[in-house]
């Protein structure tokens, strides 16, 4: 199959950004087509870490990388990101950064929205305060500013006159100054120069790539869990994550997204907040914070810990047509005595296999847990399968029966190379 999409089938925090560096190689084009700057991509080369929350992680290996329609696009940290990246020496230009121009921007009375509702709210839904939602929400209204406006000066006007009349009784209602219109026009047309050269029909390109023969990859953010539509809603993100919106986030056909690898983490974590049935509150969870460093890219917060959940992965992967996973992490559980791995969960004294729409719902679940040996010898740095304790293929084996789906790879550090391949996806 030429195209590959990646997709994160928890919540999150998966290790996308190592897979997808990983896979770039084989790649000729790399595609984010949801989500923005709340992702967090970490990539670990030699001795260089790149933290990339924006640019698809193709860019560090100089391949043709786009932002597609689908993602919200807050300009100034697109630059910002730019430049750190110039400074780590990966270079980078319109020759091969694509920003679709039908993109929607966040703009700073985004943040300000997200991060006073957030402030505010007594329900929270611990958001990055990256302005995602809002963004989204004005994408949704038809009232927000996209790529393309930026060089039309009157199409601009016209746009903020009408945004800023919808922002300013939410900005009143909680109690944020008003917002200028000739200041907000200004900033933009002094950035629009920065932003400009890489606007493109990034459909147009991308299309002509696959004719071309050309393989892509698309780069998935956040994870299924978290989709507007089939996540823990309300406490998800504002766009879908699951992998068919890989073709409309990108203005690729639905054939588009070929291979769909989900990225799947050995046990489980959440940031913010929602159900998290098989969460930790004991030692063992304070173990798997500390060794898989579960501390979020981008707001510096520690992620919730819990054993794996196969009920939900199972889910994931026929929401998202999942082909087959790399695992991620199994070296965090080196040396714990025993593991456990949740295969149902018990509600009203009835078994139920998936995860049920409603909160209350949710949060009755009790985990139905499997528990197996662990292993004291350690799968840090595997390189292949043989190198691998017998207890933690079992554990592997184990979870490829109760998702119902292969292991494509798997992921033994945050090294580029310490990845086992089982089966090539770009092959499969
Ligand atoms: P938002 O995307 O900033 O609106 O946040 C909504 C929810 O998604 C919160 O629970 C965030 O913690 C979560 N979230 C957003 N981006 C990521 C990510 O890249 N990894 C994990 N969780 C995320």
Redesign the pocket.
Same mark, same amino acid.
């Given at each position: 199959m030429a195209n590959v999409t990646v997709i994160g089938a928890q919540? !999150? %925090?998966e290790g996308k950004g190592k897979l997808v560096d990983w896979l770039s190689n084989r790649a000729d084009v790399v595609v984010r087509f949801q !989500?923005g700057h709340?992702? !967090?991509h970490t990539l670990v080369v030699g001795n260089q870490v790149y933290k990339l929350s924006l640019l698809p992680s193709g860019v560090v290996q100089g391949k043709l990388s786009i932002i597609g329609n689908g993602v919200v696009v807050d300009p100034w940290h697109l630059i910002g990101e730019i430049e750190t990246l110039r400074g780590q020496g990966v270079p980078i230009d319109p020759g091969m950064l694509v920003l679709a121009d039908n993109a929607c921007l966040i703009l700073p009375i985004h943040r300000d929205l %997200?991060q006073a509702r957030e402030a505010a709210a007594t329900n929270k /839904?611990?958001?990055?305060?990256?302005g /995602?939602?809002p963004a989204y929400e004005d994408k949704v209204g038809r009232r927000a500013i996209r790529v393309a406006d930026l060089a039309d000066r009157e199409a601009l006007e016209a746009k903020i006159d009408r945004l800023l009349a919808h922002h300013a009784p939410l900005r009143r209602g909680l109690g944020l100054p008003e917002a200028d219109p000739a200041t907000l026009l200004a900033e933009l047309l002094a950035m629009a120069p920065q932003i400009l050269p890489y606007a493109q029909p990034a459909w147009l390109l991308l299309g002509e790539q696959v004719k071309a023969g050309k393989r892509v990859l698309f780069e998935g953010?956040?994870?299924a869990l978290?989709d507007v539509d089939h996540g823990t809603y309300p406490? +998800?993100?504002?766009s879908n994550t699951v992998a068919g919106q890989a073709a409309a986030g990108s203005g690729l056909g639905p054939k588009g997204p070929g291979y769909v690898l989900g990225i799947v983490k050995a046990y489980t974590t959440r +940031?913010?907040?929602?159900p998290f049935p098989t969460e930790l509150f004991d030692e063992v969870g304070k173990h798997l914070g500390v060794v898989g460093r579960e501390v979020g890219t +981008?707001t510096g917060r520690s992620r919730r810990c819990g054993w794996f959940d196969a009920a939900l992965v199972r889910q994931s992967v026929a929401l998202n047509g999942i082909a087959g996973i790399a695992l991620t992490k199994l070296d965090v559980l080196d040396g714990l005595p025993s593991l456990k791995i949740c295969t149902g969960y018990r509600l009203d004294g009835q078994d139920i296999g998936y995860l049920p729409a409603g909160l209350k719902a949710q949060a009755a679940l009790t985990p139905v847990y499997e528990e197996m040996e662990g292993w004291s010898g350690t799968t840090q740095g595997a390189r292949t399968w043989k190198d691998l304790p017998a207890s933690a293929v079992k554990y592997v084996r184990r979870i490829e029966e109760l998702i119902g789906a292969p292991v494509a790879l798997l992921s033994t550090s945050p090294e580029r190379d310490d990845t086992i391949l089982m089966r090539d996806p770009f092959q499969d």
């Open positions: 919540w !999150g %925090d !989500g709340n992702a !967090g %997200d /839904i611990g958001t990055t305060g990256r /995602i939602g953010a956040q994870g978290l406490y +998800v993100t504002s +940031v913010g907040e929602g +981008v």
